[in-house]
């Protein structure tokens, strides 16, 4: 959402090449807010620098649970890199994995599951 060098935008991460690839341009950060909100509490996505989204393709693994845990210990490991980084980090699984899933222009048989806002303490 507010990245120093690089254009607001979704972007994917290729793991291989260690490179981002824009795939949509613009200010998106309203698709990653999540609705309902509890009362009293601000949505960590709407003061963010940046929302990592953690998919899951359901046809690599035998059951839900696989690629649920796996997404689990991915996102626990990006929090814990936030620290050394001076930045924080929040888990979320409520928002709204139809939008998401239009957004990033998954297959169908992909989806999001955890979404991950990240920025500055």
Not at 16 to 28: C, F, K, W
Not at 79 to 89: A, H
Not at 101 to 113: G, I
């Amino acid at each position: 959402f507010n990245v120093t060098g690089i254009a607001q935008g979704v972007y994917l991460y290729d793991p291989a090449g260690h490179e981002l690839t824009l795939i949509t341009e613009g200010d998106t950060r309203d698709s990653f807010k999540r609705s309902p909100l509890p009362a009293g509490r601000t949505d960590p996505a709407a003061t963010a620098a940046a929302a990592i989204v953690i998919t899951a393709d359901t046809e690599k693994g035998s059951s839900s649970s696989n690629y649920l845990l796996e997404a689990g210990h991915v996102a626990q490991n990006i929090v814990l890199q936030c620290i050394p980084l001076d930045m924080g980090s929040v888990t979320t699984a409520s928002f709204s994995a139809d939008n998401l899933k239009k957004l990033l222009n998954l297959p169908d048989t992909e989806v999001p599951v955890y979404v991950l806002p990240v920025g500055k303490k």
